[in-house]
């Protein structure tokens, strides 16, 4: 009688174990991941592209121009970028629309340091003029895949729409290439 037992509790732990097994390679095989998925829908941005497009279709009180990557490297001390680009008001205004593409994984910790920018560069305009630190302090920021993008504007409504235009502009360009 002890064999007879001892074969059936072996017929359970085997078929548990194919159960098991089972139960592992559909959960891996099944269907992707929230990350993956987000990957997958994700919307390539060429920055510059990007930030051209929304400087043209905001309202700025200067002319905007674009700023040279030497000078980014050195004024934009925004951590967790691969890439950035910037147009910026050629007169003493804070008005600028800044495209940045994250380092994978990294965008929240970049959000976080743009936004610091933002502030500190508010706390520089408040002495001499306040006006500019009320626009940094209400700039448009939006944060899409792995890409920021930020615009100092008195156009708030204005630059939400550019920036919307923008991403839409891209995915349609995604949408047409597959």
Do not use: H
Request: with cysteine; proline share 2%.
């Amino acid at each position: 009688m002890k064999g007879f037992e001892m074969l059936n509790f072996k017929k359970i732990a085997v078929l548990l174990l194919c159960a098991a097994l089972a139960a592992a390679i559909i959960s891996c095989g099944g269907k992707p991941t929230d990350e993956e998925a987000s990957a997958a829908n994700a919307v390539e941005l060429d920055i510059k592209k990007t930030a051209e497009s929304i400087t043209s279709a905001t309202t700025f009180s200067g002319e905007m121009i674009e700023l040279p990557d030497d000078y980014i490297a050195l004024n934009y001390d925004i951590a967790d970028t691969a890439e950035i680009a910037v147009w910026s008001s050629g007169a003493a205004t804070a008005e600028q629309v800044i495209v940045i593409k994250t380092k994978s994984g990294k965008t929240d910790e970049a959000k976080t340091s743009l936004d610091a920018w933002l502030s500190d560069q508010a706390a520089i305009y408040d002495d001499y003029a306040p006006d500019q630190a009320v626009l940094l302090r209400a700039a448009t920021v939006k944060t899409t895949g792995g890409y920021i993008i930020a615009v100092v504007s008195a156009d708030l409504s204005g630059a939400e729409a550019a920036i919307e235009a923008a991403i839409n502009a891209a995915a349609a360009e995604k949408a047409a290439a597959a």
